[in-house]
């Protein structure tokens, strides 16, 4: 198994990851653990992709999940199933309004909140946004991959056994 979920914040990418290990067991990687250096500045793109590649090196088997077309690219013909995770931005926004405490993203509770108004004008922006992170170059990545892929536009409908 070597799938990549790809999506806009929100979308689900982090739930179904672990909802898909914990049915084959599979390496998980969230870009964002490459993709930023510990502060909200992005790493430069050649150390993340050297991470991401040495990552789908050491695993013969791996899931994927992030929002990032910069380093998803680059990786796709390694894929053997791209998901795109598309349920639209209301959905994206209640996702994020709702989502625990990471630890692993935030020192405290307090912290993610106080982010959380940022998150929500980013996730609303994903219609429009050109960079790395928007549809446009989501769209673009899904539609050129020649492989097995889906787009899932309701994702709490979808169980690991269909996956």
């Known amino acids: 198994m070597k799938v990549i979920l790809l999506g806009n914040s929100g979308a689900g990418k982090t739930t179904l990851a672990k909802r898909l290990t914990a049915h084959h067991p599979a390496a998980l990687l ?8 510990g502060t909200a500045q992005r790493r430069p793109l050649e150390a993340s992709l050297e ?15 992030g929002c990032y077309a ?4 680059p990786i796709l013909p390694l894929c053997e199933e791209l998901i795109f995770l598309n349920p639209g931005v209301e959905t994206c926004l209640a996702h994020c309004r709702a989502r625990p405490w990471e630890p692993e993203k935030f020192s405290s509770r307090q912290q993610q909140d106080a982010h959380l108004h940022n998150l929500l004008e980013w996730v609303r ?3 429009h946004r050109t960079d790395a992170y928007g549809y446009a170059q989501h769209r673009q990545l899904f539609d050129s991959f020649p ?11 979808e169980t690991p056994a269909r996956l």
């Open 30 to 37: 969230s870009l964002d653990a490459v993709a930023f250096d």
């Open 51 to 65: 991470d991401v590649q040495g990552f789908v090196s050491s695993h013969p088997s791996w899931i994927i999940e």
């Open 70 to 73: 910069d380093l998803i690219g």
């Open 125 to 127: 922006s994903y219609p």
């Open 147 to 157: 492989g097995p892929k889906r787009e899932l536009t309701h994702i709490e409908k």
